[in-house]
């Protein structure tokens, strides 16, 4: 069972929609939850860094975290074409002195005017 | 830029070349790392370094040979390659590796031919 689920797409939402992205994961293990964007031609940039259940939000951004269920949401409200990117889940767990990140497939979303 | 440059960005190189991917950090980051992406999968990490010190070495094909002479310069050396390692070679850091906040370059993409 691959350690970090995501769908990939595409996802095409007219301007103004609220856009739901969601990522599950295996490992118990996992401590620390990230969300990336990458526009095309780009590096990933960090969005979001979540470590413990619940929400956290940063302007028209929400990153929600449910450990039990092992599931994590990225909500984007009023949705902008400067939205559109490849959003990317990252975990990052450690065990034994070791620290690894582990990243889902991205999601591509396109904002249509 | 994000404060990662890597060079070149586009790279086209036959199976017998040798030639090297540049990374360039000036954030006083510890850790640097590259990763591999391909399209429908997820980053894959190849290496990791912190304080200059292999740490990681994630099952890559020795024909990927990685050096760090300081904590701000990552080299990816790349000779006998496959087509099957074409693909897009992203460098990161970040303040140790204890954080999950990393800082990606915009990446070189390379072709195999």
């Known amino acids: 069972q691959k350690e970090v689920e995501q769908d990939p797409g595409p996802l095409s939402v007219p301007e103004g929609a609220i856009v739901s992205l969601n990522c599950t994961y295996s490992?118990?293990?996992?401590?620390?939850f990230m969300w990336y964007r990458q526009y095309s031609r780009k590096g990933p940039e960090l969005l979001m860094y979540?470590?413990?259940?619940g929400n956290k939000e940063d302007g028209r951004f929400t990153a929600q975290v449910d450990k039990s269920s092992k599931y994590i949401s990225l909500f984007i409200r009023d949705s902008q074409p400067s939205d559109s990117a490849t959003y990317l889940c990252?975990?990052?767990?450690?065990?034994?002195?070791?620290?690894?990140?582990?990243f889902g497939k991205g999601t591509k979303l396109s904002v249509i005017p | 830029e994000t404060g990662v440059t890597q060079t070149p960005r586009h790279l086209v190189m036959g199976m017998t070349n040798k030639k090297s991917l540049k990374c360039e950090q000036h954030l006083g980051h510890n850790a640097m790392y590259w990763y591999k992406q391909s399209a429908k999968k997820p980053l894959e990490l190849m290496f990791v370094y912190s304080l200059e010190e292999r740490v990681e070495n994630n099952s890559v094909p020795s024909r990927f040979s990685p050096e760090c002479p300081n904590s701000s310069h990552l080299f990816l050396h790349l000779h006998t390659l496959q087509p099957e390692d074409s693909a897009l070679y992203l460098c990161?850091?970040?303040?140790?590796?204890?954080?999950?906040?990393?800082?990606f370059g915009s990446g070189t993409r390379l072709t195999v031919v």
């Open positions: 990161a850091s970040s303040q140790d590796r204890t954080s999950g906040g990393y800082t």
């Open positions: 990252a975990i990052l767990h450690s065990g034994a002195g070791s620290y690894q990140l582990t």
């Open positions: 979540t470590y413990s259940s």
């Open positions: 490992n118990s293990a996992f401590q620390y």
